[in-house]
C-alpha cells in the first residue's frame, strides 16, 4: 500500500452522477403564496456512496410575501439529506455500513477501512471512526438541548421532517444485498 500524503488529497471523480434537488415545497407553509425560487445553492457537495460519487446540489426557495413575518425565509431541499449527513461527504449506506459491520459483526475500524478503500471509497481510519460515532448518534436519544432547538423550531416552522428514514431505507437496501450473497 503506499503511503497516502497528510494533507487531505483533492478528489476528483470525472464520472460522477449529478444530482440536483430542489425545494419541495412549492407554496409556503404560513401564507399559502406560491414560493419563488432562488438562484443559490445551499449544498453542493462531492458524496462517495457504496455504488459510485455523485456530485448533489440543494435549490432553496423563499417567501415572496413582503406582507408576512415569513417573507425572505429559505426552505432547503430537505431531500438531499437522504443522500448524505450536512458536511459529510460520504453517504449514508456508507454510514450505514460502518455501524453494521463494527456492531453486528464485531469488525474493526481499520478492517472496515481498508475493506472500503478497496471497494473504491476513499476514506481513512478516522473518518470511519467519525462516521460510526454518528451512526451511534442515530442510535442514541437526543440530549435535553438538542430536544429543546427542536421544540423551538418546530414551533417556528409549524413541524419538523425527519431524515432518519432516509438512513432506515438505506440500511434495508443494504441488509437486502447481504442476505442475497
Known amino acids: 500500500m503506499t503511503k497516502q500524503p ?6 476528483v471523480f470525472e464520472n460522477a452522477e449529478r444530482v440536483i434537488i430542489e425545494c419541495d415545497l412549492r407554496e409556503c407553509p404560513h ?3 406560491t414560493f419563488k425560487p432562488r438562484n443559490t445553492w445551499h449544498m453542493r457537495k462531492m458524496v462517495q456512496t457504496l455504488k459510485w460519487p455523485v456530485i448533489v446540489g440543494g435549490k432553496t426557495r423563499e417567501c415572496a410575501n413582503p406582507d408576512w413575518s ?27 455500513y460502518i455501524g ?10 481499520v ?15 478516522r473518518n470511519t471512526g467519525k462516521l460510526y460515532r454518528q451512526f451511534l448518534a442515530f442510535l442514541g436519544e437526543l440530549s435535553e438541548a438538542t430536544q ?34
Not at 72 to 95: C, E, F, N, Q, W
Not at 100 to 109: A, S
Not at 161 to 173: D, F, K, R, V
Open 111 to 125: 478492517e472496515i477501512q481498508r475493506e472500503l478503500n478497496q471497494g473504491g471509497i476513499l476514506i481513512n481510519e
Open 70 to 96: 415569513h417573507s425572505g425565509k429559505h426552505y432547503y431541499a430537505s431531500r438531499a439529506l437522504m443522500i448524505s449527513l450536512p458536511k459529510s461527504t460520504y453517504g449514508l449506506d456508507v454510514l450505514a
Open 100 to 109: 453494521w459491520r463494527h456492531e453486528h459483526e464485531h469488525k474493526q475500524l
Open 31 to 33: 401564507c399559502g403564496q
Open 6 to 11: 497528510r494533507h487531505r488529497p483533492r478528489r
Open 148 to 181: 429543546q432547538k427542536l421544540e423551538k423550531t418546530s414551533r417556528e416552522h409549524g413541524g419538523l421532517m425527519w431524515a432518519i428514514a432516509a438512513l432506515g431505507s438505506h440500511m434495508n437496501e443494504y441488509f437486502s444485498d447481504v442476505h442475497q450473497c
